[in-house]
C-alpha cells in the first residue's frame, strides 16, 4: 500500500471530535477509526502495539542496532475539527495541477485567486474535497506520512536506526489531545507530532493559550412592561463583545501577534453564554489579556450589577520555546539535517495555534511539529499535495536514520 491508498483509506472515518463533550474520546465514532488504525499496525508488523480505554494507541518499531541510541517518537491525532462536517468525504485527485481553479463541486471553486498558496504546487497531484466537508489531511495526512514511514524501514533493514516509538491520539482539535497521553509508557527522549502545515513547516513556538467562557445573567420581563425592569442579556453580550478591541481578533492579527477571538454565542433575554479563545505568543501578554478579559467582566458589573456576567477563564497550553530553548536545540538541529538530506527547504515559523507537542513539551516530552503537508485546514477548501506527503515521510525516515548515527 503506498501512502496515497494509506490517506484515502483514513478519509472514509469521519472522526469529527466535538467540544462540549464530557467523554474521552469526545464522539464515540473517533474509537471506530482507532481500532482500524491498531488493526493496521498489527498488520504491518510493529511491536507493543496497544490502544487504551480513552483511544490512545501506541506501538513500537524495534530498533535495528544494538549501540545505545536515543529512543524518539512521532504523534499524531486522528480526530478532525468540529468546524467542518467530516463525514462522507468524497476526495479527489487533481494530477499535475496546471495552476487554475479546480472546480469541487457545481459553484464551488478552488481558486489561486483566493488561496495563493496553490501556485506553489504547480505541477503536483493534489487530493481535494467536493467542496462540502473537509478533508482530514489534518492530521490523518500526519498518521499516513508515520505509518508510512515506519513500513519503509521495515523494507529497509540497511537503515540503521534506535527504537522508535508511535502514538494517536484523539480530540487534539479541541486541546485534549496531550490530557491522557501516557509520557512515561511513550518511552522516548524526544519527539515529533507531525501536524504541522505546507512543506517544509518546523515549529516550536506555539501560542500561550486560554479559553474564556463569559455567562451574562439578564432580567425577563414582557416587554411591554419592561421599562426599569428588563436587563436584556443578548444586548449585554453584544456590549461585551464590543469592548474587546477590534484589531486584536484573528483576521486583524499575524505573525507574533495575539487576538481574542469570539468563537461562539447563545443569547435570549434572560441568558447569554459567549466562548472565547485567548491567544499570545508572549507569556506577559497572555498573562495580560486574560486580566483584561477579567476587567471587562467587572465593569460590566459596576454598570449593572453584582454578579451580571461571570467570566471563567481556564488555561489550555503554552509556548512550548520555554522547554526547547536551551537545552534541547538538538532537537530541533535533528530536523533541520534531516529536511537537507530529504531536499526540503525548512520553513521555521512560530505556530499560530497549537499543537499536542506543545503540551507534551510541558509534561517533559520536547516536541516540536513538522510539516504534514495539507493546507487550508477545517474547511472545505483543504487539500493535501501527494509529493508534500512522500517528502514528510522521507523526512521521519532522515530523522530516524539520523539519530542512529550521530548519536
Known sequence: ???????????????????????????????????????????????????????????????????????????????????????????????????????????????????????AHQGEDLIVTDGHTLLGADDKAGIAEIVQAIVWLQQHPEVKHGKIRVAFNPDEEIGMGAHHFDVEKFGCQWGYTMDGGDLGELEYENFNAASAKITIKGVSVHP???????????????????????????????????????????????????????????????EARKCFVKACADRMNEKYGKGTVVADINDQYYNMREKIEPDNMHVIDLVLRAMKEAGVTPKVRPIRGGTDGAQLSFKGLPCPNIFAGGLNFHGPFEFVPIQSMEKAMLVVVKICELTACCK
Open 1 to 119: 500500500m503506498n501512502i496515497t491508498e494509506r490517506f484515502l483509506n483514513y478519509t472514509k472515518f469521519d472522526t469529527q471530535s466535538a467540544e462540549e463533550s464530557q467523554t474521552v474520546p469526545s464522539t464515540p465514532k473517533q474509537l471506530l477509526f482507532a481500532n482500524y488504525l491498531k488493526e493496521e499496525l498489527e498488520r504491518e508488523g510493529l511491536q507493543e502495539v496497544e490502544m487504551d480505554e480513552k483511544g490512545y494507541i501506541y506501538a513500537t518499531l524495534p530498533a535495528n542496532v544494538e549501540d545505545s541510541v536515543p529512543t524518539i517518537g512521532f504523534i499524531s491525532h486522528y480526530d478532525t475539527s468540529p468546524d467542518c462536517s467530516g463525514a462522507n468525504i468524497k476526495p479527489r485527485i487533481v494530477s499535475n495541477y496546471d495552476g487554475g481553479d479546480i472546480l469541487l463541486s457545481e459553484g464551488i471553486l478552488l481558486s489561486p485567486a483566493i488561496f495563493p498558496e496553490l501556485l
Open 224 to 286: 411591554g412592561y419592561a421599562k426599569g425592569k428588563m436587563v436584556n442579556a443578548s444586548v449585554l453580550a453584544a456590549e461585551f463583545a464590543q469592548m474587546l478591541p477590534a484589531g486584536e481578533r484573528p483576521e486583524t492579527t499575524e505573525g507574533y501577534e495575539g487576538f481574542y477571538h469570539l468563537t461562539g454565542m447563545q443569547t435570549n433575554t434572560e441568558l447569554g453564554k459567549l466562548s472565547y479563545i485567548i491567544r499570545d505568543h508572549d507569556r506577559q501578554k497572555f
